[in-house]
């Protein structure tokens, strides 16, 4: 996700409204019931008030913010002419749904947006009946929607379904699963094609070329320009012209394609003309069988910046009231993000090494590879939003003497677990998989957190896992992974880290070796990636060992054994699901040497935890310095007590 910084905000005060708009008709709309009393003719004021409060409430708390902009006059037709919530709306990915939010009886809530305790960024089941299906990841409206029209079908209702889906979103095979099938049950239900060429990052694939092309062609545009030169000469020649230009559309356009998959295409029409979206949106609601309408918008509709740099304003920071005084002072360096420190990697380690290759699913600008994309074009490839192809396309190259380095969200990665086994793990692949966004990520919320990879991925054969404390270390673990003649897996996380230095020379780390930090006694903590410094401030306090273990596959059993053979008390620390991660590594193998010694596991817990600030929700798991300080505290105190009770005869 970009996001335009603080820093630069003073030059959107003057588009951005700080004061709250009049917004009369709006603010009568506390469900879609209300906004379904208001006549047709108002709804273009409606609209014009929706975007002003959208870009008002966006600006007072930050968050996704173009492509809100882009759907607002879908959003309001859609719930003008469908009976929601009885009728199913089903948004994919959601960041597009704040309009839809605010006319769902969540005005003032809006400027909780992706607080802790506040609303969701995306939609969210238990949120609000409104929100039909819980989403964040992209592609997965047109199956849910499949699923809820043919279990709608059963009971005979005459309720409907309409999925709302981007060209970007389009480019997924999951899409086009639930399109076939779709056609196959012939299911009574609307699938919207959002045309604004655009998901983050600007589309690439097959699918978007095809529709900028055809637009564009001289075959389309030759006959359109003739078309109109002759039937300029006859009465009302224009009109004819115009509706001649719209049966060309018709027979040669994107209809094709989807009418050759079973569906009754209708367009593309203009997306932002709400009135025609409300008489389409009528007649097609009443339609049998499945539906789709294309739609053509802008992506940040109404807002000059967005509209021009679309993945600038993909999303926004919180606009301060007035623009902060200049610092008169040298300030101190910025500290990279983990994903500047992998982008650089990829360049250093491209320019030494030709055979590199550098692969991502459509994340290109948010994983770090917007400077390796500009110097290494041919050896850049982004697939698009399919994860899936991007594993299985990196173990093709490896098969070929390539050096595929697979740039990928943590929660993504999910996606093409099938073909991390079968397809890399399994051969014996030559792959690097640079994880981001591992652990928690904050505002985004459970949909985007990375909290199951080192589970996920510790129990694959084959694969080399290592996690950084630092950003040193995490360019030295990329090369340490690269370098390695098979699957490996470097995750970090999101943001930056605690600002070391970073040496220019790679070295490999020594295969599955901890590094001691800290000689104590009694405690040995034994901290997995970015929680180092919380352990090391925590074992200062307490006198307690810290061992950065650097790696999780294959684990350094040799320091295992001796701190469990010299301490009272072993403690793992990961930012990770305790169930089935890193501290379970270290359980295991204790227990296949018949080793017994106290330990206690400290991560991510067994449920989805919420949106907020990363730090919060660190803390409110016990995963800052208190909480482990006064969770080592307690463990010793009960390990003390039964000792206690042995000595004094006390049962």
């Not at 709302?164 to 095979?173: K, N, P, Q």
């Not at 099938?418 to 966004?437: G, K």
């Not at 903590?525 to 810290?546: C, Y």
């Amino acid at each position: 996700m970009t996001l335009v910084h603080t820093r630069a905000m003073a030059k959107l005060f003057d588009r951005i409204p700080l004061q709250r708009p009049d917004t009369p008709h709006l603010d009568r709309i506390d469900s879609p019931g209300d906004l379904r009393l208001l006549p047709e003719e108002a709804l273009p004021q409606l609209v014009d008030e929706l975007r002003q409060f959208l870009l008002y409430c966006v600006g007072q708390t930050g968050g996704h913010f173009g492509a809100g902009l882009g759907v607002v006059e879908l959003t309001v037709a859609l719930h003008y002419v469908y009976h929601t919530p009885e009728d199913r709306l089903v948004w994919d990915v959601g960041h597009q749904t704040y309009p839809h939010k605010i006319l769902t009886g969540r005005r003032e809530a809006m400027f909780t947006m992706r607080q802790e305790g506040g609303l969701s960024g995306f939609t969210k089941r238990s949120e609000s009946d409104y929100d039909t299906f819980g989403v964040g990841h992209s592609s997965t409206s047109i199956s849910a929607a499949l699923g809820m029209a043919l279990g709608i079908a059963e009971g005979d209702s005459g309720r409907r379904t309409a999925a709302i889906i981007g060209d970007g979103a389009m480019t997924a095979g999951m899409a086009f699963e639930g399109l076939n099938h779709a056609a196959h049950t012939s299911a009574d239900m609307l699938v919207v094609l959002n045309d604004n060429q655009m998901s983050i990052s600007h589309n690439l694939g097959g699918l978007n070329t095809y529709f900028s092309r055809l637009w564009t062609s001289k075959l389309y545009t030759g006959l359109r320009e003739g078309g109109k030169t002759v039937l300029a000469k006859l009465p009302k020649g224009w009109e004819i012209a115009r509706k001649t230009e719209e049966y060309m559309k018709g027979m040669i356009a994107p209809g094709t394609l989807f009418e050759e998959l079973g569906w009754n295409y209708i367009g593309p029409i203009d997306g932002h003309d709400v009135l025609e979206l409300v008489h389409t949106l009528r007649n097609m609601r009443e339609f049998k069988g499945p539906q789709l309408l294309h739609i053509i918008t802008t992506k940040g509709k109404g807002f000059a910046p967005a509209e021009a740099d679309p993945v600038g304003y993909h999303a926004i920071n919180k606009i301060e009231a007035k623009p902060r005084a200049p610092t008169p002072a040298p300030v101190a360096p910025k500290k990279p993000k983990y994903q500047d420190v992998f982008g650089q990697w990829l360049c250093d380690m491209a320019q030494a090494n030709d055979q590199l290759i550098g692969i991502t699913p459509a994340m290109g600008d948010g994983s770090g590879m917007v400077e390796f994309s500009k110097h290494y074009p041919q050896r850049y490839h982004d697939v698009a939003i399919a994860e899936q192809h991007a594993v299985t396309l990196a173990a093709g190259m490896a098969c070929e003497g390539l050096k595929p380095v697979v740039a990928i969200y943590s929660t993504f990665l999910q996606r093409g677990y099938d073909q991390l086994i079968h397809d890399v793990a399994l051969q014996d692949l030559d792959v690097l998989f640079a994880i981001d966004r591992a652990g928690l990520v904050g505002e985004d919320g459970a949909t985007h957190a990375g909290s199951f990879d080192l589970s996920y991925l510790r129990c694959i054969p084959n694969m080399v896992i290592m996690a950084p404390s630092d950003e040193n270390q995490c360019r030295q673990m990329l090369y340490t992974g690269f370098m390695h003649p098979g699957p490996a897996a470097v995750r970090y996380p999101r943001g930056t880290g605690p600002g070391s230095n970073i040496a220019r020379t790679m070295t490999a780390l020594p295969m599955g070796r901890a590094h001691l930090c800290r000689e104590g006694a009694g405690v040995a903590i034994l901290s997995f990636g970015s929680l180092l410094d919380v352990a090391l401030n925590a074992g200062e306090s307490l006198g307690a060992t810290v061992a950065d273990m650097r790696f999780i596959k294959p684990l350094d059993c040799d320091l295992v054994k001796r701190l469990a053979g010299t301490h009272d008390l072993l403690v793992t620390l990961e930012d990770n699901a305790v169930a089935g991660g890193a501290g379970s590594a270290v359980s295991e193998f204790l227990a296949s040497q018949g080793i017994v010694v106290p330990i206690m596991h400290l991560g991510l817990p067994d449920a989805f935890l919420g949106h907020g600030k990363r730090e919060s929700l660190l803390a409110s798991v016990g995963l800052s310095v208190e909480g482990l300080r006064e969770s080592i505290t307690v463990r010793q105190a009960l390990l003390a007590g039964p000792k206690s009770a042995a000595v004094s005869g006390q049962s």
